[in-house]
């Protein structure tokens, strides 16, 4: 029979680290044992149970763990983490499981802990503009559970994840061009140190010059320095007036060099987004739209009725200046909702277009002035390689992704694919980017890492692992090496 490279890459992992048919064999039976008097049925070795938390949405081959534990409190997760430390046995978060660099793979086996039962919005301070919730809270329950109050939270990075994985990834998505990313807006964390022991880092204080920023090293860990529990997060007021649209232009450059004059006159915009004509015709085909098969910008601007009129009138005149045409604005929140579902299906509506492929999803992030640059030198070199590979982008902020769809069983295939992802990082760290805007390092760009930082600042980091999980168990394998 067959064997796909995806398959052969994950044999070739079992055969370096165990084989997940012997699970048990790797893990003291003891320590199952332990686990289940503590959380009884709430800890599975089900193989349907550790194959849905051995792998994300992305092309990296199943790494089941060894069981799964369902956390509840603070405290349980201490205790898991307490235990896995006396036998220095690996420890993986998972939220919902939406991560795309492998970053919930269990490389070397080990023990899940799935977090998505810590639910509870636990606070919500509305004079202050920010609330505190567990780590298993999605981004859409906590602004359905802030609806009636006037605010909202605004990272959005399309899936319906946790806040928890959103903070450990410090993810983004479309709103960060007005509102910021993770980074910005957790402003304290409750964390489960490798060693079991609970700690609190920030206040609610809009700001703080006490010490190292312990909260910002969280941020973005990916699970590797502690288990995140529970977050702080700052909420915004909902606006008076929000107008969506989108815009066709003739090419990509041209939206991109729209969206940058745009940023640069100071127009707030809220979420400016460009999907590639491939795209377009995809979603159509998925999403049952009628949209102009052009290279689109889909945007949105936030604010009282007589400013968000003033941005829409002075975007019209920019986006003019560069070949726009066939604008359509939406103001009903139904009609809002529509659009921006439409564009958020768009992976799903690529795999729609080849059945039976998987989408090696990758992205980098640039200044705005190289953007248009960038990204028709992408387009270039995917025409070259004869590649399905439509891209989105976070224009805003410079960040944009491009999503290589393909057959699994096409070794040739996936090794050009290996190559243009190459190519794309390096064209980016050329340019003053980086490798990778919010999807985080995981396993799957930890081959950047030393390109884009140098050898002297991956070793602080590694010395950073080091002191704060010294035996290596925190979601081992990933973000740097050790």
């Known amino acids: 029979m067959h064997t796909n490279c995806i398959e052969e890459v994950q044999l070739a992992l079992h055969r370096v680290f165990m084989t997940q048919d012997s699970h048990e064999a790797t893990l003291h039976r003891e320590l199952i044992g332990r686990l289940q008097d503590l959380l009884g049925d709430r800890v599975s070795t089900a193989l349907s149970i550790r194959e849905q938390h051995g792998r994300g949405e992305s092309w990296h081959p199943l790494q089941m763990p060894d069981a799964v534990c369902f956390a509840n409190t603070n405290e349980e997760v201490s205790q898991i983490v307490k235990m896995c430390a006396e036998t220095r046995t690996p420890v993986i978060a998972f939220g919902t499981g939406t991560s795309l660099e492998g970053q919930v793979q269990a490389k070397y086996g080990g023990i899940c802990i799935d977090l998505s039962q810590m639910d509870a919005v636990l606070e919500v301070n509305s004079d202050d503009l920010d609330c505190r919730v567990q780590a298993g809270v999605t981004r859409r329950q906590l602004n359905q559970y802030l609806r009636d ?15 928890g994985g959103m903070a450990a990834t410090r993810a983004s998505g479309t709103n960060a061009v007005k509102y910021g ?16 022991e609970i700690i609190k880092t920030g206040t609610r204080a809009r700001k703080s010059s006490a010490g190292y920023d312990l909260t910002k090293l969280f941020v973005g860990s990916e699970g590797t320095l502690g288990v995140i529990t529970e977050i702080q997060l700052r909420l915004f007021g909902l606006c008076e007036a929000i107008s969506a649209a989108i815009v066709n232009f003739p090419d990509v450059r041209s939206a991109a060099e729209a969206t940058m004059l745009t940023i640069q006159m100071g127009i707030p915009v809220a979420r400016i987004e460009v999907i590639d004509t491939a795209y377009v015709r995809a979603v159509n085909q998925y999403s049952k739209t009628d949209y102009p098969e052009l290279d689109t910008l889909f945007l949105e601007f936030h604010g009282t009725h007589a400013g968000v009129a003033e941005q829409v009138k002075l975007f019209h005149e920019i986006s003019s200046e560069f ?6 604005w939406a103001e009903k929140e139904e009609d809002r909702s529509r659009l921006w579902r439409a564009r958020h299906d768009a992976y799903y ?10 989408g090696y999803v990758t992205d980098v992030c640039v200044p705005i002035s190289r953007l248009a640059e960038c990204i028709t030198e992408t387009q270039a070199d995917i025409a070259e390689q004869g590649l399905f590979a439509p891209i989105v982008g976070h224009v805003g902020d410079g960040n944009f992704h491009s999503t290589v769809f393909f057959d699994p069983a096409d070794k040739s295939a996936f090794a050009k694919i290996l190559e243009f992802d190459k190519r794309l990082v390096k064209r980016a760290l050329a340019m003053g980017g980086t490798c990778t805007g919010e999807h985080g390092i995981g396993m799957g760009k930890l081959k950047h890492m030393r390109d884009e930082h140098g050898d002297a600042a991956v070793e602080v980091m590694r010395t950073i692992k080091k002191a704060l999980d010294p035996h290596n168990i925190m979601n081992p394998g990933k973000v740097v090496e050790c």
């Open 349 to 358: 509506a690529g795999l729609a277009v080849m059945p039976g492929s998987r």
């Open 323 to 328: 070949g726009a045409s066939g604008f359509q």
């Open 149 to 163: 109050t006037g605010l909202f939270f605004p990272v959005d990075p399309g899936a319906n994840t946790s806040i």
């Open 181 to 196: 990313t993770m980074r910005e807006n957790v402003i304290g964390l409750t964390v489960v140190t490798a060693s079991g």
